[in-house]
């Protein structure tokens, strides 16, 4: 209360006022207060370094991960008579809330609000909220501004941070905002699976499968590179996974023909991570609920504090403020290392993979794109020359359709998928000279060969590095809770002047509420005393980082 020259801590109506009167100018002045205050402390107190964890992917680059994903809490409201003698409803919470999407909290109006968290060290980097279901796009491009202020002062290079996104930023009109950053997102654009490569690479054998331990479903998963998103077009890898359609509709994705069919956006290159990899990834991002329910278990800012917008995003960007403190603090206390988490294992050699897997299995790291097989006599049509149709089949220059009839593992893991023409089709074929070995002699149709080569993927294992969610702000909490604290108020030198009795107006005697001005004059505190705040129970280690001096 020093800081706002006041000797007593304000009651709940004065700071009920002082949140509605609010504007946008203080609460962002403070945004950049509780930036800066983020970017001037280290994550770990016995490092020189500031350390920030990562993610190594499997050639051995380090990632910086950073979750962006909006959560909303919902109010209820009565139920008004409405008519035409009676005045339009005014509502308390309209500045702050509006009808949008629930989920599963109950309530008539809802406000959203856009989180930013390091993935790695568990802190707050900024909340903005809005109405309803918000303007995510406005708010993406805030949270954006926030992580490149953080990449500067860590000196973390742009292009080795990793964006999880929530699914409605899986769009390309939003992912054109990215700024260039590496970015995994559930894909909301189903349109992509009509596109004529991903329909032609779901008619091949999958990649690989997928399956969380907690989980009965298995995905079945399409690495599908260079896939055009968006209005504009731009070219992104996109995973699809599907899986068996049942009687309970799918929260997510789309169902054709009794599959569902689920999509994944990144740009992170294939030599780097897997289709495997991409998905887990992205599903890891349900660790970030857990921290936002501790957020809400140790600090409440969802609760409704303000009727004021602005007001309640004060109270927002305070809550994560004490949250950072907090996790300084417990690292002052509990000092821990990183810790290392495996988060997919390491990648045998291709040459080991081929000795010990079965005969009809994919490859670990999943096939690269199809290549057909190359010319194999001079002057005739080439496995380039039968282009892949969306149905599965290949197209020859006369118009015929090949369909596969065989598939035949190689020996270097490769898997052959052997395609047939009908012989009905070539014999007649205007074009049969320049397309079979011995011309109008042949008595077979035409086969050719697509080949999917195993994927070139480093063989290093994919590590996470980070601290403990809980340990360190729970450190702190129990100190605060188990401390004595004796506070001393010593007059100055100088005695205070005796103050005359002033005759009471009448709204003073009627108890009407004061003005700021006579708020401010009655709550100021004398600067001539002196206050001595002594702390018992605390660590001697803690209280030397703190610049405390101790007994």
């Not at 118009?399 to 596969?404: F, H």
Request: aromatic share 8%.
């Amino acid at each position: 209360m020093a800081l706002f020259e006041r000797d007593q801590l304000p009651s709940r109506s004065a700071l009920s006022r002082f949140l509605a009167v609010l504007t946008e100018a203080p609460v962002e002045a403070l945004r950049t207060l509780f930036l800066d205050d983020l970017l001037s402390r280290p994550s770990v107190s016995d490092s020189k370094e500031k350390q920030t964890g990562g993610l190594m992917d499997r050639a051995g680059r380090t990632w910086i991960v950073f979750d962006i994903d909006g959560t909303r809490e919902a109010a209820r409201q009565r139920a008004l008579p409405a008519g035409e003698d009676l005045p339009p409803a005014f509502r308390r919470l309209d500045d702050v809330c509006a009808p949008g999407y629930r989920g599963r909290k109950r309530g008539e109006v809802v406000r959203t609000r856009t989180t930013i968290s390091q993935a790695h060290s568990y802190q707050w980097l900024g909340s903005f909220g809005n109405r309803g279901n918000g303007r995510y796009r406005e708010e993406l491009r805030q949270g954006l501004l926030a992580l490149g202020r953080y990449l500067t002062a860590y000196q973390l290079p742009s292009e080795r941070t990793l964006l999880r996104l929530d699914g409605q930023y899986g769009t390309g009109a939003v992912l054109a905002d990215l700024a260039g950053f590496a970015f995994v997102t559930r894909g909301k654009e189903y349109t992509a699976l009509d596109h004529p490569l991903v329909q032609a690479r779901l008619h091949l054998p999958p990649d690989q499968f997928q399956q969380r331990p907690e989980s009965q479903m298995v995905r079945t998963l399409y690495d599908c590179p260079d896939i055009p998103i968006g209005p504009e077009g731009v070219l992104y890898r996109v995973v699809v996974a599907t899986h068996p359609a049942t009687k309970k509709k799918s929260p997510v994705g789309v169902t054709r023909a009794g599959v569902v069919y689920e999509l994944f956006f990144t740009n992170l290159p294939q030599c780097a991570f897997t289709a495997r990899d991409i998905v887990e990834l992205y599903l890891h991002r349900g660790a970030f609920e857990p921290m936002l329910a501790d957020e809400d278990e140790e600090i409440d800012p969802d609760r409704w504090c303000s009727h004021s917008a602005w007001g309640q995003e004060c109270w927002q960007v305070i809550a994560q403020w004490i949250w950072n403190i907090r996790l300084e603090l417990g690292h002052q206390l509990e000092p821990t290392s990183l810790r290392v988490t495996e988060f997919a294992p390491a990648l045998s050699p291709q040459s080991e993979q081929a000795a010990a897997r079965p005969a009809s299995s994919a490859p670990a790291s999943g096939y690269g794109p199809p290549t057909p097989a190359i010319s194999w006599k001079t002057g005739r049509f080439s496995g380039q020359d039968f282009p892949l149709q969306p149905d599965g089949t290949l197209r020859c220059p006369a118009g015929s359709t090949l369909i596969p009839h065989e598939r035949r593992w190689e020996a270097d893991g490769s898997l052959r998928v052997v395609y047939a023409a009908s012989i009905r089709s070539c014999r007649p074929c205007p074009l049969r000279d320049q397309c079979q070995w011995q011309g109008s002699a042949t008595a077979k149709p035409r086969q050719v060969s697509v080949l999917l080569h195993p994927l070139a993927v480093g063989p290093a294992p994919v590590l996470w590095k980070d601290w403990s969610r809980r340990i360190h702000r729970r450190e702190c909490i129990h100190l605060l809770r188990h401390q004595r604290v004796e506070v001393q108020r010593e007059s100055g030198t100088s005695p205070r002047p005796p103050l005359l009795p002033v005759p009471l107006s009448r709204a003073q005697r009627a108890h009407y509420r004061l003005d700021w001005q006579e708020r401010f004059a009655r709550n100021v505190h004398t600067r001539a005393s002196l206050v001595t705040i002594k702390l018992f129970g605390i660590p001697e280690a803690f209280a030397t980082s703190l610049g405390l001096a101790t007994a």
